[in-house]
């Protein structure tokens, strides 16, 4: 069914289609031999022009796990993206060597870019401050795990909302389940964007924004946390004044609800306190485990062996 689709947003799959890969990689969970050599003479190239740890092992060990191969760099200036290839002639390039292609960059479409002069599938792994939809198939795989399923609750999203693109992604995509509510919890400096709220908006979801996290905590299934983007603010001052605006403890876990699962796309720097990684709700390492049985899920798929 997605044998050679190309994955840049999270609604470039129907929901019947996240839902048959959610199914798959609950497979893979249980059996880890299922699927083991499927990929086996398949290659995926891995382009990663920023930094990453979780998404481009999770998507090397899935490759690996299922038989096949990877190859791409994790440092762009090892590629000749440092002596000004474009983006579209290194895309070419891969494509002709690789079964698909996994990308990161620090460019806002790039990802559809890459999708348009690629000859094999393009999985965007995290386009500037856009989007990141393999993340977002990590979080609700993670929901559906330990809550049994993705409807009828209270999401709280917290801390940079306006440049954090797993928000972004996740927000659209819960849009699409029923009964959701959403909670938008940030600095005013880092409100969500006004175009992923009128998205929300049009699919009249039902969601606020707060600057407090403390009165939201006991209403909330479902809480996001985010970590500061450094990296997308034109002033090191203003990611200074900000970066600790919210800080998970323990003290404030009191106030959440016993089934609440507390979630966190990672790398967490400081807004989540190491305290709180002993608390039963934390599921923050498990979610991180679930992204790859569902990159297994996503790879196996695209590449047409399931
Ligand atoms: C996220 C990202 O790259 O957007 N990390 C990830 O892929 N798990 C979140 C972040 O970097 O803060």
Do not use: W
Not at 128 to 153: A, F, K, V, W, Y
Not at 170 to 195: G, N, Q, W
């Amino acid at each position: 069914m997605l044998k050679g689709r190309s994955l840049v947003e999270p609604e470039d799959f129907s929901l019947a289609e996240m839902d048959s890969l959610f199914s798959l990689a609950e497979k893979i969970e249980k059996d880890e031999k299922y699927l083991r050599d499927s990929c086996r003479g398949k290659l995926l190239a891995t382009l990663f022009f920023e930094p990453s740890t979780r998404t481009r092992l999770s998507f090397e060990a899935a490759m690996l796990r299922l038989g096949g191969n990877c190859l791409g760099f994790a440092d762009p200036g090892s590629s000749s993206a440092a002596k000004g290839e474009s983006l579209a002639d290194t895309i070419r390039m891969a494509s002709s060597y690789a079964d698909a292609i996994v990308m990161r960059n620090p460019k806002e479409g790039s990802a559809l870019l890459a999708a348009r002069y690629s000859s094999v599938p393009v999985i965007n792994a995290g386009d500037g401050g856009h989007h990141h939809p393999t993340q977002t198939l990590t979080d609700l795989l993670t929901i559906r795990r330990l809550l049994g399923s993705i409807e009828n609750m209270t999401v709280g999203f917290c801390g940079d909302l306006k440049f954090g693109r797993t928000v972004h992604s996740l927000a659209k995509a819960l849009a699409r389940y029923e009964k959701i509510k959403m909670i938008f919890i940030s600095p005013e400096e880092l409100v969500l964007p006004e175009y992923i709220k009128n998205i929300l908006e049009k699919q009249n979801v039902e969601f606020c924004e707060r600057e407090k996290l403390e009165e939201s905590m006991p209403e909330i299934d479902v809480l996001y946390m985010t970590r500061v983007q450094r990296e997308r603010f034109f002033n090191e001052n203003d990611y200074i004044r900000l970066k600790d605006t919210y800080v998970l403890n323990a003290e404030k876990m009191q106030a959440g609800k016993k089934d609440l699962i507390v979630l966190h796309p990672l790398p967490r720097v400081n807004e989540i306190s190491v305290e709180v990684d002993t608390d039963k709700r934390a599921a923050y390492f498990a979610q991180a485990r679930y992204g790859m049985f569902v990159r297994m899920a996503l790879l196996s798929s695209v590449l047409g062996v399931v």
